[in-house]
């Protein structure tokens, strides 16, 4: 049967609404989704992530049939895959002999730019999941010489008129209530329980798949209990708007030893592969702020991250891709520690956020941006091998979120042009945040000698050696001020201990 025109639908675009879906006549045209290997091995993506995207994509091709669209899928282990999706792309356009084939923009520009190269004409369309375009966003960054995300962040509170009053004044007379995030968690206080899904068929099949073929990913599977159907996704959204939202502003910076998800809502996998809407979601919660059930700092930081954060780094990543990738700005070159990959560490706070992500492919931002990341930027980590680690490990890491945020925010790589610092920081800020510190192998308490706490002496060593860079840095002005009141020998013993620490880096050392 001849199809006039061919939709392909990537892993991270399995919703009804998709532009290049729409496009479409079921009664005459055909959907192509390809689970591939060139998709699983660019970096060597986290089991998990895997058995996620594929069950999810099998789900998917199973609601659409039932919609009555006539569906090719291509499985893993189909003996006439080609393995790439520009080759399954020319392989089902010759095949079904399509006259127009429909792509909705896809999330990584490596991908984008295969499929523009594949010598397939296609029909492009804007991603309308996002609320705004890629052209609106470049509409936006023109003529400013930064580009910071709390003015962009207020672009689309009035363009989406989320909490604020008739006048267009924001609820509570202020944009930004982040200061009232930073709680650590009380011992009284306990988090809910996670809501779990358990493996049907489709996604036991999905895992005998994965752990056949990608046993020597690092990542466990055993844990698998990820939303794969949109309802099962509703579900989780659910339960968080119910169970964990109220307390979800007070505590979102928090970190604690066993609880990998505290009051996080754990649905940015299943939102950024599709399974739910971003403005749904946000008119969710402020419906759930008016009606009383939630406090403003918590309905109001919650929106901050989808339409603020969210939007504005994906914004970054299409304007500046691919060139962006390439940024590094203090020229680190050291390699990525191996204990990254097996969270076997002395540092209790690294051995935490490791652990959980090798165990769920996940870790809240705190534990990303302050546990991880900051080590990494503390210790002049090679930016590329971070990002790629981060893309790797985490279910919900695609490039368009997962690089902006990992090299701009996290290694402040693109010279200060996301964030307005290096979000760099002592052990002091994991034990305030944390109760990590408690039964570490090292103590907090110190900076130098070899019980010292890693953090210490390579916060004050980073900024020792990036001190032409960032002293003129009105943020830390005040920093940089302590550390010309210590004395000579203190400085140089800092010095001292975050060039040992280095070295036994670079001697293969896990710290």
């Known amino acids: 049967m001849t199809t006039r025109r061919l939709a392909l639908i990537l892993g991270d675009q399995l919703s009804f609404d998709l532009p290049s879906l729409q ?11 390809a ?14 992530k895997i058995a996620l995207i594929f069950s999810a994509m099998r789900h998917f091709a199973e609601a659409l049939r039932e919609h009555g669209w006539r569906v090719q899928y291509v499985a893993l282990d189909d003996p006439d895959n080609s393995g790439s999706l520009p080759g399954e792309l020319q392989r089902w356009v010759a095949q079904l002999q399509a006259t127009e084939v429909h792509v909705t923009e896809c999330g990584e520009w490596r991908l984008e730019d295969q499929l523009k190269r594949s010598g397939v004409p296609i029909t492009w369309h804007a991603d309308s999941r996002f609320i ?31 909490l604020l009053n ?10 930004n209530f982040d200061a009232e995030n930073r709680k650590a968690l009380p011992k009284q206080i306990k988090a809910p329980m996670t809501a779990r899904f ?16 990608f046993s020597h ?31 979800f502003g007070d505590y979102q910076d928090a970190m604690a030893v066993g609880e990998p998800f505290l009051f996080h809502a754990r649905i940015s996998a299943a939102l950024n592969i599709g399974l739910l809407d971003v403005r749904r979601l946000c008119a969710d919660v402020e419906a759930a702020y008016w009606r009383g059930q ?40 050291r390699p990525l520690p191996e204990f990254y990959w097996t969270g076997k560490t002395r540092m209790k706070c690294m051995s935490q956020a490791i652990g959980q992500t090798l165990e769920h492919a996940y870790a809240h931002h705190i534990q990303r941006l302050m546990v991880t990341g900051n080590f990494a930027l503390l210790a002049g980590i090679q930016p590329s091998q971070v990002c790629d680690w981060y893309l790797a490990v985490y279910m919900d890491a695609f490039d368009w979120v997962e690089l902006p945020n ?18 760099c920081a002592s052990g002091q800020y994991i034990k305030r945040m944390s109760n990590y510190c408690g039964d570490c192998a090292y103590k907090v308490t110190e900076s130098v000698g070899e019980q010292a706490c890693p953090f210490n002496a390579l916060y004050w060593h980073f900024l020792m050696r990036h001190r032409e860079q960032l002293s003129g840095n009105h943020r830390l002005g005040m920093i940089y001020r302590g550390l010309d009141k210590m004395s000579d020998a203190k400085q140089q013993g800092l010095w001292a201990r975050g060039e040992q620490l280095l070295a036994r880096l670079d001697a293969g050392d896990a710290l």
């Open 166 to 175: 008739g006048d267009g004044t924001p609820v509570g007379g202020a944009w």
């Open 294 to 333: 939630v406090p403003l700092n918590a309905a109001e930081g919650f929106i901050r991250q989808l339409i603020g954060w969210r939007e504005y780094v994906r914004g970054i990543y299409w304007m500046h891709m691919p060139e962006y990738a390439e940024r590094n700005a203090f020229g680190n070159t």
């Open 132 to 162: 705004c375009g890629r052209d609106e966003f470049v509409q936006w960054a023109e003529g400013r010489k930064q580009l910071r995300m709390e003015f962009f962040y207020r672009e689309m509170r009035r363009k989406t008129g989320l």
């Open 23 to 33: 496009a479409l006549d079921p009664q005459q045209d055909a959907v192509l989704l």
């Open 35 to 48: 689970e591939v290997a060139a998709e699983t091995d660019y970096v060597p993506h986290h089991p998990q």
């Open 406 to 423: 990992t090299l701009g925010m996290v290694m402040h790589a693109d010279g200060g042009y996301l964030g307005s610092k290096p979000y």
């Open 217 to 247: 990913h690092y990542g466990s599977l055993a844990s698998f209990d990820y939303p794969v159907t949109h309802a099962d996704a509703e579900a989780l959204w659910q339960h968080f708007l119910d169970f964990a939202l109220p307390a």
């Open 198 to 213: 358990s493996a049907d068929a489709i996604t036991q099949d999905v895992l005998v798949l994965v752990a056949g073929r």
